[in-house]
């Protein structure tokens, strides 16, 4: 993770996700951006969170793991969205995981400060839009996800861990880590297996040298429907000052 301090970009940032009546000139002043890599983790399942994270710029993958140790993928986000603010709000750990896909920006600020800052009205309704938002994509993840075929979760996963720029010259993934895919989408090795032998036999995958190759972008498409992983990332905030004293919000679907 690279730490910047550029109030430039910062107020770029807060200009483009219109959000410049819901942060306090208080609390601005300790803004930062925190970059990370792709595979790198912004927060820890199990961990004590120390900051508040916007989701700027980038691709980020969300899931949970059991006592067991079996991992469930939640969601893929891209921006706007907010990481970490259930668990600061309530003093508690880490619910999830959360993994940059693509090189991936956010705008920071430490917990410490939200204690501090955080009681202006128009953040604090600003906090609760994005938490109300959250629980629900959750239940949505955790119920509706599952009852979709293997198929569908499968190609919805391969779409998202690509983007478009790998799509249009052939996406891969690792052979080696299916365990984990499948892990992830909730079923067993042996069945991922037999429906990529589905998929290579129809044009969509090709696997070759240890790597999946994603050869048909739009027939995975097809397949998908409406990419289940992404559901939520389609909704965009917008925030108008005209309404509730300097803070609205609009979920546009």
């Excluded at 790198?40 to 993958?61: D, S």
């Excluded at 032998?197 to 999946?212: A, K, Q």
Aim: aromatic share 10%; proline share 2%; net charge negative.
């Amino acid at each position: 993770m690279k730490e910047m301090k550029d109030n430039e970009k910062i107020n770029q940032y807060i200009k483009e996700y219109k959000l410049e009546n819901v942060f306090p000139e208080s609390l601005r002043e300790h803004l930062i951006i925190h970059r990370f890599e792709p595979n790198e983790a912004l927060c820890l399942q199990g961990e004590e969170p120390h900051y508040l994270y916007m989701l700027v710029k980038g691709k980020v993958k969300v899931y949970t793991t059991s006592l067991e140790g079996k991992t469930l993928l939640l969601s893929f986000n891209t921006p706007f969205g907010f990481i970490g603010e259930i668990e600061c709000v309530r003093g508690g750990e880490n619910l999830n995981t959360v993994t940059a896909v693509t090189q991936v920006e956010t705008v920071a600020f430490h917990k410490r400060w939200l204690s501090q800052y955080g009681e202006e009205a128009p953040f604090l309704r600003f906090l609760l839009d994005m938490v109300t938002q959250k629980f629900y994509l959750k239940s949505l993840s955790l119920s509706f996800n599952l009852m979709h075929p293997v198929e569908v979760r499968l190609a919805s996963y391969l779409l998202s861990v690509s983007t478009e720029e790998e799509l249009e010259s052939h996406s891969h993934v690792s052979i080696e880590s299916l365990k984990d895919v499948a892990n992830l989408i909730g079923t067993s090795y042996r069945h991922l297996n037999r429906v990529l032998r589905g998929f290579c036999s129809t044009g969509l995958v090709e696997r070759s040298r240890g790597l999946l190759i994603v050869r048909d972008w739009k027939g995975l498409s097809d397949v998908a429907g409406r990419n289940i992983y992404e559901i939520g990332i389609r909704r965009e905030l917008n925030y108008d000052s005209r309404h509730h004293d300097g803070f609205g919000s609009r979920f546009v679907d």
